[in-house]
């Protein structure tokens, strides 16, 4: 059984916009982390954010933003200001017995 | 500073041929993980090791893959007799897990190798 669904497989924004990716995963455990990693075309894998379940509080990186609901197991990924250099894949990810379960990617598009 | 390396950045191959691909982590990093991305996925799991043991293997790791880490530094994974479904990229990421059994450590992750097999 997929543990993280992406349900978006490619998105479009016009620069300076804001964007919102979704992601749903599935998990009995307590506490655990959650993450978005960003895969630019170069191809190599950048963590994003990441939020300890055990936080209520959503993570806040500059222009990236989390809303965390724990209740429903959602983890969306907020782009504020989009710029250029977001046009990459974005990979939300959960980490499992020190292995990390990747979704299947949203690709995201950045329009001048 | 220099981060996690993999080498070569790029491998086409017959099928039926052996291939071995090295990873270099960041130094002193303890921990060092291979992961397999195909085509529109996202990677999946392989194989880690923490120093030189290596902790677990992906029931996706078949006999014709083997990865060593010998001195707890550098790692090696190679396939033997490659399939054309052995295409993918293969990601290595390292990280530092402290004493005291902390939760969560940073994985970091390498450009990857990509391997093409005809």
Known sequence: AQTVTQ???????????????SCTYDTSENNYYLFWYKQPPSRQMILVIRQEAYKQQNATENRFSVNFQKAAKSFS?????????????YFCAFLRDDKIIFGKGTRLHILP | DTGVSQDPRHKITKRGQNVTFRCDPISEHNRLYWYRQTLGQGPEFLTYFQNEAQLEKSRLLSDRFSAERPKGSFSTLEIQRTEQGDSAMYLCASSLLLAGGVFYNEQFFGPGTRLTVL
């Open chain 1, 7 to 21: 349900s978006q497989p490619e998105m479009s924004v016009q620069e300076a916009e804001t964007v919102t990716l």
């Open chain 1, 77 to 89: 990924l907020k782009i504020s200001d989009s710029q250029l250099g977001d046009t990459a894949m």
